[in-house]
């Protein structure tokens, strides 16, 4: 599911996809911010609530709201990521 939130085929998801490419997705205003909230939970486990557009492969965009954690183990090495991603583009559309 999340993987067609974020406009990656099965196939693609199927192989994995690169943090980079969800990176790569943010809209530029907001890409910094999004990439420096997911570095912050890769290297110490924080918390993230993001919420950023991304454009579509299609054309048009979608507004997305990720919330997670990197779970570590006990030399630090990230082992598991834990949360959801959300489609609120409709709310979005709704306020602006």
Known sequence: MASRLRDFSFEEASHGIPVEAF??????SSRA???RAVHNSLTSGDFYDQEYR???KAGGFRWLRTTG???HD????????MGTVRDVTARKVLLM
């Open 54 to 56: 991304i454009g579509l």
């Open 69 to 71: 954690r990197v779970i």
């Open 23 to 28: 990176i790569a997705q943010v809209e530029g």
């Open 74 to 81: 006990r030399e630090g090495v990230p082992i598991m990521a």
């Open 33 to 35: 911010r999004v990439a």
